[in-house]
């Protein structure tokens, strides 16, 4: 199971994460009314970062995400409004860039209104519906995935913390789509400085959990 750990900011921080935790992905929020917001003058500091680094965007311009894509440097785009079809159909065409189209999760999924990204989108991220857009670092009910319908990798995202790893575990059991999870505020010391142990002690539980290497070789290659 991939890992994207969000909110970075602090270069101090982040080349802890790089050299202890070593996730698939780190997330950069674009997103001003964030506590976790990363301005313009952090270029200079986060620019050469060498982990993959995931924007995350509020329904912003095409304009905006193309000029931070490139002075970031970012290797994803993470869209986490009401982006439509037609915006991320566009966006891709522009930017050549891997798109992640957020869901926010409230009671239930309408799974027909998101059959117009698959083909756009690298995967789904479902988060949980909050008015804030996202760092609620609340859960919404996992059940509600059970349903998905779509061979497109998703992301699990919203309040994941220390004690989720046996739920994460058994999900990724049961849905193959399952490709990564994204932590972010349970795993904080302040809003974008993240606690590094805290993350390693997660990062360990997962590792030892998850399914063996034969047994996942197998699975993968009857799907
Ligand atoms: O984290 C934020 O402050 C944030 C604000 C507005 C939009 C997105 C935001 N975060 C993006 C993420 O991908 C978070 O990791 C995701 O919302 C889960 O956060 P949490 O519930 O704190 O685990």
Redesign the pocket.
Known sequence: MKI????MREPENIRALEVEIKPDWM?L?F?E?????VSKDRVSELKNVALPK?G?F?NESLEFILSKIDEFNLAAV?L??SESPTFVRELKLKSNKKLWK?VSVGDSIDWESLRDYVGLVECF?F??A?K????????FNWEILKSYPFEVPFIL?????EDSVEELIRLEKEMPQLKGI???????DA?GLKNIEKLKSFKNRLLEKELPATEKTTRDDQS
């Open positions: 994207k750990v969000c909110g997330g929020i997103y009314k964030s506590p976790r917001f995931v995350v509020v993470q986490h409004g957020v991220l988060d949980t909050t804030n857009h996202g760092g609620s670092g609340k859960k995202s919203g309040g994941l913390d994204d932590l972010n505020s349970k795993f904080e809003p």
